[in-house]
């Protein structure tokens, strides 16, 4: 089960590809976030360069918080408020909508939304991504083209506290991470209040419907919804 089973780096991104290589583990990428990001180089020119061209386009009053590190590509949208914690590199064309917050060591590539009060943490965006409104995404990777519904959350956290493992079948594959939430593979979708419990894997081109809680492993082109009190695969 490697990576590339799920999504590829889009060009976009290949300058952190040698973090992230596509024949590990997907979950292996969350552990090198924070020195990819780290290793980038001249981030303080271009966020100078930012500043000038944002008071000359932004001269309503603003609350933004901007932590140490940030890079944001060129036509990056901000709204009136949000938040962007240290070590944070948002792709070119990306719009990130009011109240927003973006914590420590995430990654968002180009064309990317994010939505109105969204939470990302310590996470890997790709290409074209939609986190629409009200979403949670706590130490995950979301392949290009995936699409989070209003109110999806991406948890990250046992209630117990204890490792993470990946059910695959009838097989547990221990990650040793204590908070890992996703793993979403390309132009997999998640539906309106949906929830995917820690350490969730969707194929490519997946489906959780509406109010579905779902954990494991689903399939490429496979879906997954619950009607009424049951949860059936087709």
């Known amino acids: 089960m490697h990576a590339n089973n799920f999504f590829d780096l889009p060009d976009s991104l290949y300058h952190f590809s040698p973090f992230f290589p596509a024949d590990e583990v997907p979950w292996h990428w969350l552990g090198t976030l924070e020195e990819a990001l780290l290793a980038q180089k001249n981030w303080k020119r271009k966020w100078t360069s930012f500043f000038r061209w ?5 001269p309503e009053k603003r609350s933004i918080f901007l932590g140490k590190n940030v890079f944001l590509g060129k036509n990056v949208r901000l709204p009136l408020n949000c938040t962007i914690e ?36 310590h996470s890997l965006l790709m290409d074209r991504v939609q986190v629409a409104h009200f979403n949670y995404v706590g130490d995950s990777i979301l392949g290009s083209d995936v699409h989070l519904a209003a109110g999806a959350i991406l948890s990250n956290l046992r209630f117990d506290g204890k490792p993470v493992s990946i059910k ?3 097989e547990k594959i221990a990650t040793g991470l204590r908070k890992f ?11 309106c209040n949906a929830v995917l419990l820690p350490g969730t894997l969707l194929g490519k081109n997946s489906i959780v419907s509406v109010g579905t809680v779902f ?9 997954v919804y619950r009607p009424l009190e049951n949860i059936v695969q087709e």
């Open 86 to 121: 240290d070590n944070v590199y948002i792709g070119a064309g990306t719009e990130i909508r009011s109240g927003a917050l973006i914590r420590k060591n995430v990654i968002i590539g180009e064309n990317c939304v994010i939505g109105n009060c969204c939470e990302i943490k």
């Open 181 to 191: 939430g996703a793993i979403l593979g390309e132009r997999a979708q998640v539906g």
């Open 215 to 223: 954990g494991g492993f689903l399939e490429k082109n496979r879906r």
């Open 168 to 170: 695959v079948g009838e």
């Open 54 to 58: 944002g008071r000359k386009i932004f």
